[in-house]
C-alpha cells in the first residue's frame, strides 16, 4: 500500500524552526527520490527540496538553501525536512512526494510531475 503522511506543522513566529517528517510505507520509501513541495492558495505548487535514495544527490530551491535540510533515516521509512530561520513567505502547506522514476539531472527532481505519490499535506504558518 502507497502511503505517505505528513507530520510536524504549525504555526511558528519568524525565526524560528520547525521539523517536518513524512512517514512513508517500505513500498514507497524504496522510490528513488523523496522530496518536499508547498503550496499556497492561488500558486502552483513550488520545489523546496529532494533526497534521492541514496542520501548522497540533494537539492533545494534557491529560496530555502542554507535554511532548510532535508534528511532521511532508512530504518524508519521517514524522510525529514529542518526548517530553520523562518519567514513569514515560508507560510504553505508542505506536501511530502516519492518519485520511482531514475533521471539525469537535477531539474527532474524540482517538477511536481515527477513525483508518483503525494501526502495529505501539513500546515505550516510563519508569523512576523
Known amino acids: 500500500q502507497v502511503q505517505l503522511v505528513e507530520s510536524g506543522g504549525g504555526l511558528v513566529q519568524a525565526g524560528g524552526s520547525l521539523r517536518l517528517s513524512c512517514a512513508a510505507s517500505?513500498?514507497?520509501?524504496?522510490?528513488?527520490?523523496m522530496g518536499w513541495f508547498r503550496q499556497v492558495p492561488g500558486k502552483d505548487r513550488e520545489f523546496v527540496a529532494a533526497?534521492?535514495?541514496?542520501?548522497?544527490?540533494?537539492y533545494y530551491a534557491d529560496s530555502v538553501k542554507g535554511r532548510f535540510t532535508i534528511s532521511r533515516e532508512n530504518a524508519k521509512n521517514t524522510v525529514y525536512l529542518q526548517m530553520n530561520s523562518l519567514k513569514p513567505e515560508d507560510t504553505a502547506v508542505y506536501y511530502c512526494a516519492a518519485a520511482r522514476g531514475v533521471y539525469s539531472g537535477s531539474y527532474y527532481y524540482t517538477a511536481p510531475s515527477t513525483y508518483d505519490y503525494w501526502g495529505q499535506g501539513t500546515q505550516v504558518t510563519v508569523s512576523s
Open positions: 533526497i534521492k535514495r541514496s542520501g548522497i544527490n540533494i
Open positions: 517500505e513500498r514507497t520509501f524504496s522510490s528513488n527520490a
